[in-house]
Nanobody, 120 residues
Framework: QVQLVESGGGLVQPGGSLRLSCVAS????????MGWFRQAPGKEREFVTR????????YYADFVKGRFTISRDNAKNTVYLQMNSLKPEDTAVYYC?????????????WGQGTQVTVSS
């Protein structure tokens, strides 16, 4: 059974940075695209970014381009999300997912997520 455990969230001031981690187990991690999604209060879950199995290919939602960076360490079964220049509108619960789809409804396996709050 695939398990996903996100961590690294917290409270940060606007303009600050956070690094999220997601450890995956129960799968051959290096074979899969991995993605990050987020869900703000009262809003639908939305795609943030994804990365190919090798780590050489990445894709970002327009609203995070130039601010967020996805990476992975296949030896550690871990995908990361470096978030810089954070804005209040980035406040959300962040989730990782196994796969390359940008549509959250394509997924049925989520971790508990990690809360990111951007506020002064």
């Amino acid at each position: 059974q695939v398990q996903l455990v996100e961590s690294g969230g917290g409270l940060v001031q606007p303009g600050g940075s956070l690094r999220l981690s997601c450890v995956a187990s129960g799968l051959s991690f290096s074979r899969y695209d991995m993605g990050w999604f987020r869900q703000a209060p009262g809003k639908e879950r939305e795609f943030v970014t994804r990365i190919t199995p090798s780590g050489r290919g990445t894709y970002y939602a327009d609203f995070v381009k130039g601010r967020f960076t996805i990476s992975r360490d296949n030896a550690k079964n871990t995908v990361y999300l470096q978030m810089n220049s954070l804005k209040p509108e980035d406040t959300a619960v962040y989730y990782c997912a196994v796969g390359g789809s940008t549509r959250p409804y394509d997924y049925d396996n989520w971790g508990q997520g990690t809360q990111v709050t951007v506020s002064s």
